[in-house]
Protein backbone atom coordinates (compact mmCIF):
# COMPACT_ATOMS: atom_id res chain seq x y z
CA UNK A 1 0.00 0.00 0.00
CA UNK A 2 1.34 3.52 -0.87
CA UNK A 3 0.20 4.84 2.07
CA UNK A 4 2.73 3.13 4.19
CA UNK A 5 5.56 4.42 1.90
CA UNK A 6 6.14 7.84 3.51
CA UNK A 7 6.81 6.67 6.84
CA UNK A 8 8.36 3.90 6.30
CA UNK A 9 11.12 5.87 3.96
CA UNK A 10 11.54 8.27 6.89
CA UNK A 11 12.01 5.46 9.24
CA UNK A 12 14.57 3.52 6.78
CA UNK A 13 16.14 7.21 6.61
CA UNK A 14 16.27 7.63 10.76
CA UNK A 15 17.28 4.62 10.94
CA UNK A 16 20.71 5.51 9.65
CA UNK A 17 21.02 9.08 10.51
CA UNK A 18 23.31 8.24 13.58
CA UNK A 19 25.83 6.92 10.63
CA UNK A 20 26.37 10.81 9.76
CA UNK A 21 28.95 11.63 12.34
CA UNK A 22 30.95 8.81 12.24
CA UNK A 23 31.13 9.51 8.23
CA UNK A 24 32.02 13.26 8.91
CA UNK A 25 34.85 12.50 11.03
CA UNK A 26 36.16 9.74 8.41
CA UNK A 27 36.05 12.47 6.02
CA UNK A 28 35.96 10.22 2.61
CA UNK A 29 33.56 11.14 0.20
CA UNK A 30 33.59 7.44 -1.57
CA UNK A 31 32.32 6.37 1.76
CA UNK A 32 29.10 8.79 1.61
CA UNK A 33 28.34 7.71 -1.31
CA UNK A 34 28.40 3.97 -0.14
CA UNK A 35 26.42 4.37 2.05
CA UNK A 36 24.10 6.67 0.04
CA UNK A 37 23.82 4.15 -2.46
CA UNK A 38 22.80 1.49 0.54
CA UNK A 39 19.68 3.93 1.27
CA UNK A 40 18.66 4.33 -1.85
CA UNK A 41 19.00 0.48 -2.38
CA UNK A 42 16.37 0.41 0.52
CA UNK A 43 13.75 2.86 -1.02
CA UNK A 44 13.87 1.19 -4.47
CA UNK A 45 13.37 -2.23 -1.89
CA UNK A 46 10.21 -0.51 0.45
CA UNK A 47 8.69 0.82 -3.16
CA UNK A 48 8.88 -3.06 -4.30
CA UNK A 49 7.64 -4.37 -0.79
CA UNK A 50 4.66 -1.85 0.12
CA UNK A 51 3.96 0.02 -3.31
CA UNK A 52 4.63 -3.02 -5.93
CA UNK A 53 6.64 -0.68 -7.86
CA UNK A 54 9.77 -2.33 -9.22
CA UNK A 55 11.95 -1.39 -12.49
CA UNK A 56 13.42 -2.34 -15.51
CA UNK A 57 16.85 -0.95 -17.27
CA UNK A 58 17.33 -1.93 -21.10
CA UNK A 59 19.96 -0.68 -23.40
CA UNK A 60 22.65 -1.08 -21.02
CA UNK A 61 25.01 -2.16 -23.77
CA UNK A 62 24.93 1.58 -24.50
CA UNK A 63 26.67 2.67 -21.41
CA UNK A 64 30.41 3.44 -21.33
CA UNK A 65 32.90 1.70 -19.58
CA UNK A 66 34.30 4.97 -18.02
CA UNK A 67 32.66 8.25 -17.16
CA UNK A 68 29.87 9.44 -19.18
CA UNK A 69 27.61 12.31 -19.22
CA UNK A 70 24.07 11.10 -18.59
CA UNK A 71 20.88 13.26 -20.13
CA UNK A 72 17.77 11.78 -18.73
CA UNK A 73 14.22 13.73 -18.58
CA UNK A 74 13.12 14.06 -15.19
CA UNK A 75 9.39 13.53 -13.85
CA UNK A 76 9.45 12.28 -10.11
CA UNK A 77 11.66 11.44 -6.68
CA UNK A 78 11.98 8.20 -8.13
CA UNK A 79 15.30 8.91 -11.14
CA UNK A 80 16.90 11.09 -8.21
CA UNK A 81 17.21 7.87 -5.51
CA UNK A 82 17.60 5.39 -8.62
CA UNK A 83 20.28 6.18 -10.05
CA UNK A 84 22.53 6.26 -7.14
CA UNK A 85 22.11 2.37 -7.52
CA UNK A 86 21.94 2.41 -11.39
CA UNK A 87 25.22 4.58 -11.42
CA UNK A 88 27.81 3.87 -8.97
CA UNK A 89 29.51 6.71 -7.93
CA UNK A 90 27.44 8.97 -9.97
CA UNK A 91 27.50 12.99 -9.66
CA UNK A 92 24.09 14.16 -9.86
CA UNK A 93 23.39 17.86 -10.46
CA UNK A 94 20.50 18.93 -8.18
CA UNK A 95 18.99 22.48 -7.17
CA UNK A 96 20.75 23.48 -4.48
CA UNK A 97 17.45 23.78 -2.01
CA UNK A 98 17.64 19.69 -1.76
CA UNK A 99 20.95 20.20 0.80
CA UNK A 100 18.25 21.74 3.35
CA UNK A 101 16.41 18.61 4.02
CA UNK A 102 17.20 16.72 7.25
CA UNK A 103 19.78 13.46 6.98
CA UNK A 104 19.11 13.21 3.14
CA UNK A 105 20.50 16.77 2.43
CA UNK A 106 23.81 15.94 4.01
CA UNK A 107 24.37 12.77 2.27
CA UNK A 108 24.09 14.80 -0.52
CA UNK A 109 26.50 17.59 0.11
CA UNK A 110 29.16 15.03 1.57
CA UNK A 111 29.03 12.86 -1.67
CA UNK A 112 29.41 15.24 -2.99
CA UNK A 113 26.67 16.17 -5.92
CA UNK A 114 26.86 19.04 -8.12
CA UNK A 115 24.16 21.79 -6.45
CA UNK A 116 23.36 24.89 -8.38
CA UNK A 117 21.19 28.15 -7.40
CA UNK A 118 19.08 28.68 -10.01
CA UNK A 119 18.40 31.99 -9.15
CA UNK A 120 22.61 32.12 -8.97
CA UNK A 121 22.84 32.82 -12.94
CA UNK A 122 26.79 32.55 -14.72
CA UNK A 123 28.57 32.12 -11.33
CA UNK A 124 26.18 29.22 -10.63
CA UNK A 125 27.21 28.14 -13.78
CA UNK A 126 30.59 28.43 -13.57
CA UNK A 127 30.32 26.39 -10.64
CA UNK A 128 28.63 23.54 -11.95
CA UNK A 129 31.49 22.99 -14.58
CA UNK A 130 34.16 23.46 -12.12
CA UNK A 131 32.40 20.48 -9.73
CA UNK A 132 31.84 18.33 -12.65
CA UNK A 133 35.52 18.87 -14.06
CA UNK A 134 36.67 17.53 -10.18
CA UNK A 135 33.93 14.80 -10.60
CA UNK A 136 34.85 13.05 -13.65
CA UNK A 137 38.91 13.96 -12.54
CA UNK A 138 37.83 11.36 -9.76
CA UNK A 139 36.61 8.90 -11.81
CA UNK A 140 33.00 9.88 -11.66
CA UNK A 141 30.06 10.15 -14.16
CA UNK A 142 27.73 13.12 -14.22
CA UNK A 143 24.02 12.98 -14.66
CA UNK A 144 21.87 16.23 -15.43
CA UNK A 145 18.21 16.43 -15.78
CA UNK A 146 18.19 19.34 -18.84
CA UNK A 147 14.69 19.66 -18.45
CA UNK A 148 15.36 21.56 -15.30
CA UNK A 149 12.56 20.81 -13.07
CA UNK A 150 9.66 18.06 -12.84
CA UNK A 151 7.67 17.10 -16.13
CA UNK A 152 4.32 15.11 -16.56
CA UNK A 153 4.61 12.02 -18.87
CA UNK A 154 3.80 13.53 -22.09
CA UNK A 155 5.08 17.16 -21.25
CA UNK A 156 7.92 18.80 -23.56
CA UNK A 157 10.70 21.65 -22.80
CA UNK A 158 13.64 23.21 -24.18
CA UNK A 159 16.56 22.00 -22.97
CA UNK A 160 18.42 24.29 -20.84
CA UNK A 161 21.80 25.83 -21.92
CA UNK A 162 23.32 24.11 -18.95
CA UNK A 163 23.51 20.45 -20.45
CA UNK A 164 25.45 21.98 -23.74
CA UNK A 165 27.91 24.01 -21.35
CA UNK A 166 28.60 20.83 -19.52
CA UNK A 167 28.57 18.51 -22.82
CA UNK A 168 31.55 20.90 -24.13
CA UNK A 169 33.46 21.55 -20.79
CA UNK A 170 33.39 17.72 -19.54
CA UNK A 171 34.53 16.00 -23.13
CA UNK A 172 32.99 13.21 -22.42
CA UNK A 173 30.66 10.84 -24.53
CA UNK A 174 27.13 11.80 -23.66
CA UNK A 175 24.47 8.96 -22.75
CA UNK A 176 20.89 10.23 -23.46
CA UNK A 177 18.81 8.19 -21.15
CA UNK A 178 14.75 7.92 -21.04
CA UNK A 179 12.32 6.39 -18.59
CA UNK A 180 8.44 6.03 -17.65
CA UNK A 181 8.74 6.97 -13.59
CA UNK A 182 5.92 9.71 -14.18
CA UNK A 183 3.24 7.26 -14.64
CA UNK A 184 3.58 5.63 -11.11
CA UNK A 185 5.12 8.44 -8.96
CA UNK A 186 3.07 11.40 -9.70
CA UNK A 187 5.37 14.68 -9.44
CA UNK A 188 5.95 16.20 -6.18
CA UNK A 189 3.52 13.98 -4.36
CA UNK A 190 3.89 10.45 -2.60
CA UNK A 191 0.76 8.85 -4.61
CA UNK A 192 2.28 5.39 -5.79
CA UNK A 193 0.99 3.18 -8.53
CA UNK A 194 2.09 -0.31 -8.71
CA UNK A 195 3.95 -1.43 -11.79
CA UNK A 196 7.50 -1.14 -13.61
CA UNK A 197 9.29 1.54 -14.09
CA UNK A 198 11.65 1.45 -17.73
CA UNK A 199 14.81 3.12 -17.55
CA UNK A 200 16.08 3.42 -21.37
CA UNK A 201 19.67 3.77 -22.06
CA UNK A 202 19.94 5.05 -25.64
CA UNK A 203 23.37 5.01 -27.81
CA UNK A 204 25.68 7.40 -26.30
CA UNK A 205 26.61 10.71 -28.56
CA UNK A 206 30.23 11.36 -29.59
CA UNK A 207 31.87 14.15 -27.77
CA UNK A 208 32.49 17.17 -29.71
CA UNK A 209 29.40 18.24 -31.49
CA UNK A 210 27.96 21.70 -32.17
CA UNK A 211 25.67 22.73 -29.29
CA UNK A 212 22.90 22.95 -31.32
CA UNK A 213 23.42 19.05 -32.92
CA UNK A 214 23.84 17.97 -29.40
CA UNK A 215 20.68 19.71 -27.92
CA UNK A 216 18.47 18.54 -30.66
CA UNK A 217 20.05 15.02 -30.70
CA UNK A 218 19.60 14.46 -27.30
CA UNK A 219 16.46 16.04 -26.62
CA UNK A 220 14.62 13.90 -30.08
CA UNK A 221 16.38 10.73 -28.38
CA UNK A 222 15.41 11.17 -25.35
CA UNK A 223 11.30 12.21 -26.20
CA UNK A 224 11.10 9.80 -29.00
CA UNK A 225 11.90 6.98 -26.49
CA UNK A 226 9.73 8.32 -23.73
CA UNK A 227 6.64 8.78 -25.77
CA UNK A 228 7.05 4.85 -26.60
CA UNK A 229 7.62 3.75 -22.85
CA UNK A 230 4.86 6.13 -21.56
CA UNK A 231 2.50 4.52 -24.23
CA UNK A 232 3.71 1.19 -23.69
CA UNK A 233 3.05 1.89 -19.97
CA UNK A 234 -0.30 2.97 -20.19
CA UNK A 235 -1.32 0.70 -21.80
CA UNK A 236 -0.14 -2.15 -20.13
CA UNK A 237 -1.42 -0.53 -16.79
Not at 89 to 95: E, G, N, R, S
Not at 108 to 125: E, T, V
Not at 223 to 237: K, M, P, S
Request: hydrophobic share 50%; net charge positive.
Amino acid sequence: MSILFLPLLVLWTLLLAPAAPVLALMKRPERVRTFSRFWARGVLAILKGVGRLGYREIGRQNRPAGPALYVANHQSAWETIAFAVLVPDVAIVLKEELYRIPVFGWFLKQSPMIAIDRAGGASSLKKMLREGREAVAAGRSILIFPEGTRRGPHERAEFQRGVALLYKALGLPAVPVAHDAGLFWKGRSFTLNPGTVTVSYLPALPPGLPDADFIRLASEAIYAERDRLVAEGETNR
